[in-house]
């Protein structure tokens, strides 16, 4: 059983920060990569960022500059910082995480969603 948990979300005026965490808990063997997704109302989902476990990160050209991704591997966490937050950034944000479990080499899960509210 693997589960994944997000906090941190809530509602932010326009230009203010706002931290999200990931952690994921269960029969893990090791984590390949974690990051979030994110989808706005009427949306597709979309990727935010990701960071691989020997730390290559990606970015969605949108948060460039604004959003940081970084992980705690000790606690399998992954965070993201937002900074400069726009009203477009509204949107439920999903983490995801490509695991090694006992029955698989890589298997993707998914968190529940974290509300994300940026108001001008």
């Known amino acids: 059983q693997v589960q994944l948990v997000e906090s941190g979300g809530g509602l932010v005026q326009a230009g203010g920060s706002l931290r999200l965490s990931c952690a994921a808990s269960?029969?893990?063997?090791?984590?390949?990569?974690m990051g979030w997704y994110r989808q706005a109302r009427g949306k597709q989902r979309d990727l935010v960022a990701t960071v691989t476990s020997s730390g290559t990160t990606n970015y969605a050209d949108s948060v460039k500059g604004r959003f940081t991704i970084s992980r705690d591997n000790a606690k399998n966490t992954v965070y993201l910082q937002m900074n400069s937050l726009k009203p477009e950034d509204t949107a439920v944000y999903y983490c995801n995480a490509d695991l090694i479990t006992a029955s698989y080499y890589g298997i993707q899960y998914w968190g529940k969603g974290t509300l994300v509210t940026v108001s001008s």
């Open positions: 269960g029969s893990i063997f090791s984590i390949n990569a």
